[in-house]
């Protein structure tokens, strides 16, 4: 049966001076071996191809899963946060309504006694907003605005206080008027960003009540 195949690419066997290759017939079985080797590397490029882009799926799948995992947590914490906050948001609010007024009753009068400059200071330095200084590194993940609205809040109440240092001593009319107003001005700013951050805290805590 061997012999009988080989015969079909060589007259005869072995091969010697009598013998001729039959090299027509040995070129269609090299022809024939090289397709099955074209055939072969296709099949396991495409197989690589599948493989591939099965992997890609599953890694887009997970990436998916994990992104809406953040979300979720980031959602959390936001609620976390906008509950931890609230109370010291409010109160604050109440208090710098309260510094507002006292700054004008200031401008209304001729002189102001060192009691209540000191008063002033004192009631700045009691509204610094520790709790949310606290959490700064945090705030990022609650609504822009409401980050945003907060770190103002804390550093407007901040200059504020560093200006009533300044008010505390007399500085003469045009000096105290000068502080007064930078006074003012910093409370205000700061009573103006804790009304948005406290509509954007009750948002949060309403869409997850």
């Not at 200084?133 to 609650?142: E, I, N, Q």
């Not at 109440?157 to 505390?168: N, P, R, T, V, Y």
Request: with cysteine; proline share 2%.
């Amino acid at each position: 049966m061997a012999y009988e195949w080989m015969q079909g690419v060589s007259q005869c066997w072995p091969p010697g001076t009598k013998c001729e290759v039959w090299w027509d017939a040995w070129a269609v079985v090299v022809a024939a071996l090289s397709l099955c080797v074209a055939l072969l590397t296709t099949v396991v490029t495409a197989g690589s191809a599948v493989a591939v882009f099965m992997l890609g799926r599953a890694a887009n799948r997970l990436a998916g899963a994990s992104e809406s995992r953040e979300e979720e947590l980031r959602k959390r914490e936001a609620r976390v946060l906008a509950g931890f906050l609230q109370a010291e948001l409010r109160h604050t609010a109440l208090a710098a309504a309260v510094v507002l007024e006292t700054l004008q009753e200031f401008g209304k009068k001729d002189y102001v006694s060192s009691r209540e400059r000191s008063a002033l200071r004192l009631q700045l330095e009691a509204e610094q907003m520790p709790l949310s200084a606290s959490v700064m590194s945090r705030l990022h993940v609650l609504p822009t605005s409401a980050c945003d609205s907060i770190t103002g809040a804390i550093s407007n109440m901040s200059l504020a206080l560093k200006a009533a240092h300044g008010f505390e001593e007399p500085n003469g009319e045009i000096g105290d008027d000068l502080y007064r107003q930078i006074i003012e001005l910093r409370v205000q700013s700061a009573a103006d960003a804790l009304t948005v951050a406290l509509t954007e805290l009750s948002s949060i805590l309403g869409r997850n009540s």
